[in-house]
């Protein structure tokens, strides 16, 4: 491992800040790491533990896997060896035998590895709970996307982004400069490079040694071209970013029951849902995702599915509601009680009354079987956040004033501006 006082302390420390607004769920969820052995996979394999040391995120977990193109048994021993003294031992090394496996299916040496590797990976990643990390670049991406264009494979100029909801790669984040500050100060490390990296009788290889440095002659910037086609939140320039903005993202957002109503395709559902997760600054939904999710619009039924980033919730005739596991909705309420009022925060709303602490006023919240006055009647409060359509996940939060022993009204208000509390007349 590097020392602790590294050069690269400073590029890894402006890289986490980049990356620790849109991208929280870092802070919670343990990484599985793709190390090739090269020099980019020793990279983020050190920014990992970098993020561990410096601000306790979960220690990674490295995954590698040896094609048997050419490694040889004392490089295999010493990836082994590297991963048993990382981790207490809880990292994965995988031996396959690309080239035979390659011939049976009849794809290529590169593309049997990544079937291979990406299957291998998301295995352990489920049965972590865990995401995937990669060391792909701005770099890369220009291979990828000349090599596209060449071969006519599409025009998708958003490929590779930095997270795709299962994929993250904080490389891509790095300015040229910082970049190559990288691979001059990883040089004394040990790495593994593939020999066939150079070899050219690979596509990829013949872009990167013959047209990536003509670009590079004329003046290309990578990280500029990738910004500027990638032009999502967590892509601007974090430094001119506006204070205000994270405060002005809602705590949730809702799709319209009459919207779901006439979605009839996952790609339309896809859309919509990419479309509502940018506006509170999420990433796009993962296909499994959408696939599950468009599963249960067809069904009609209700539903609370949770991705790594956000909870979706719907019940039957009600909106969809997208609330990020960051929002404020699940933190507790501050509550301010003074001899003559009452005063709630939660969600960024606020709610006061002059009720006094005396007078057994106090704040509660929902407990089996617990009714509330209504009309004359008592009423089930469940039933009054069912007919409210408030996700289940959020109904314990939500504040309720009680006298004594009675709840006497439910501040809907605070989990949504746009409802009244129940009931309205309750100082009747």
Known sequence: MLAMDNPLDRIFTNLWNRIISPYSFIKNFQAILSFSGGKDSRIVLEFYNYLHRNYNIPKPIVFHLAHNI??????????????????????????KNIPKLSKRIKKSLEET?????????????????????????????????????????????????????????????????????CYKYISNVQIWEDE?????????????????????????????????????????????????????????????????????SPSLWKKTLDLHLRLISLSPARGSTVRETFKFLQEKKSFE?????????????GPAFIIPFNSSCYDEPQIDISESKLQVSWNQQVWSENLSQEDGYHIGFIQDGLRIAHNKSMKEVSEIFREN??????????PIVFRKNEAILILLSLWNPELQNFPKDWKK
Not at 205 to 221: M, T
């Open 70 to 95: 050419r490694e040889t048994s004392q490089e295999k021993l010493e990836i082994q060896n590297l991963l048993l003294s990382l981790n207490d031992g809880k990292n994965y090394f995988r031996s």
């Open 113 to 181: 590895g990544r079937i291979v590797r990406k299957n291998e990976l998301n295995k352990i990643a489920k049965s972590h709970n865990a995401y995937l990390v990669t060391g792909h670049h701005t770099k890369d991406y220009i291979e990828t996307v000349l090599i596209n264009l060449i071969r006519d494979s599409g025009t998708n100029f958003t490929t590779m982004p930095t997270w795709d909801g299962n994929i993250f790669r904080p490389l891509t984040l790095l300015t040229d400069a910082e970049l190559n500050d």
């Open 196 to 264: 066939t990296n150079q070899s050219d009788l690979y596509f990829r290889n013949r872009i990167r040694k013959n047209i990536v440095p003509l670009l590079e002659k004329e003046g290309i910037k990578f990280d500029r071209v990738y910004q500027n086609l990638h032009d999502d939140v967590e892509h601007l320039n974090f430094e001119e970013i506006c204070p205000q903005m994270k405060e002005d993202i809602p705590s949730f957002i809702s799709i319209a029951h009459s919207t779901c109503s006439i979605i009839h």
């Open 305 to 317: 599915y949770r991705t790594k980033e956000f909870l979706l919730s719907k019940q039957t005739l």
């Open 389 to 398: 359509t408030i996700p289940k996940s959020i109904r314990k939060y939500i």
